[in-house]
């Protein structure tokens, strides 16, 4: 029974899928915007832009740019993990229903990569993080790049002129409300980055060593000066073995670390073993607290914006190291 509930419900999933989307796939590394044209005449052009992000750093950008004049549905809420993520079938129907979507990119919802590239054959389809040169991203492998670019505030400032312009691609008759919103978003990230310099500055050179659950802080270290550390690799989908994390606790204990962070959207499971296997050696590892990595805070929280939780990441890393 169980079995042919699972079948049929795999046959309604792909039902949509074909409906929306078509059979296509993408192995490309920097994704391509296709974007599908303005609002229909059968839209009420009064009502706000229908609007589906992915994560909530996606919905952020979008919700800043477009004001009252989008209704953004996040699909990923807080403590959930991108590069896990599968869409369920009401996800389906939510992203066939939108306006406009818009995702990270540089596959970071890797399960959704081929939904998305489907998607865009019917309705505009954007991954903000496109206008982003290569030269400026991070290659893991050949043609692949790291996708946690909004640990760089200059680098996520890019993904805003690429939400406005979805916008007045879609939406041409605000124009001006979506160029003066996106410049003031822009003006408030400038002033974010150069406070997180002063911040990490602060800490001692000998102390500038970020130690995190997974290798998501890459764009951190070299915006703002830290030596980069971690148990999984990019994706959370990698495994850490003994000896990672062997190799890790000599480390810490080499070069004296004092504090390590867990994610928000991460298993702790790794990083304790890290303070265990600390402990065992004599050298005590205190956890310096929690990072927002993949997913931002709650909604209604200072941590539930992307500016509220770059300053609460800044703050819990530099509080801890200094």
């Known amino acids: 029974m169980h079995c042919w509930r699972r079948i049929a419900c795999f046959a309604l999933m792909a039902g949509l899928l074909a409906s929306l989307a078509g059979c296509t796939s993408t192995t490309d590394g920097k994704p391509t915007n296709v974007p599908s044209g303005r609002r229909t005449l059968s839209v009420n052009p009064a009502d706000p832009i229908r609007c589906v992000a992915t994560t909530g750093m996606v919905a952020d950008v979008v919700r800043n740019v477009g004001g009252p004049l989008v209704a953004v549905d996040q699909l990923m809420g807080a403590g959930v993990d991108p590069h896990l993520y599968k869409a369920s079938t009401g996800d389906i129907a939510r992203l066939g229903s939108a306006e406009a979507i818009f ?4 596959h970071l919802e890797g399960k959704m990569a081929d939904v998305f590239v489907g998607l865009a054959r019917r309705r505009p ?12 991203l991070l290659e893991v492998a050949a043609g692949h790049y790291d996708p946690h670019v909004w640990f760089d505030v200059s680098l996520w400032s890019e993904t805003v002129p690429v939400v406005r312009n979805a916008l007045v691609e879609i939406d041409p008759a605000h124009r001006e409300d979506y160029r003066q919103r996106a410049e003031a978003y822009r003006a408030q990230l400038d002033e974010l980055h150069q406070w997180c310099k002063a911040q990490a500055a602060t800490i001692p050179p000998e102390h500038r060593v970020l130690v995190t659950a997974h290798d998501a802080f890459h764009y951190f270290g070299r915006a703002y000066g830290l030596e980069v550390r971690a148990i999984q690799g990019i994706s959370t989908e990698s495994e850490a073995g003994v000896r990672e994390i062997n190799e890790l606790v000599a480390f810490l204990v080499e070069r004296k670390i004092k504090a390590v962070f867990v994610e928000s959207s ?14 065992a050696q004599e050298h005590e590892v205190a956890v310096g607290g929690e990072l927002f990595s993949d997913a931002m805070g ?3 929280t200072p941590e539930g914006t992307y ?3 770059v300053r609460h990441n800044v703050n819990t890393i530099v509080g801890a190291l200094r």
């Open 266 to 279: 991460v298993s702790e499971r790794n990083i304790r073993a890290l303070v265990e296997g600390c402990h």
């Open 298 to 300: 709650a909604a209604g």
């Open 307 to 309: 500016i509220g939780m």
């Open 103 to 106: 995702f990270s990119g540089l």
């Open 125 to 136: 389809t954007y991954a903000v993080t496109e206008r982003i040169a290569d030269d400026r």
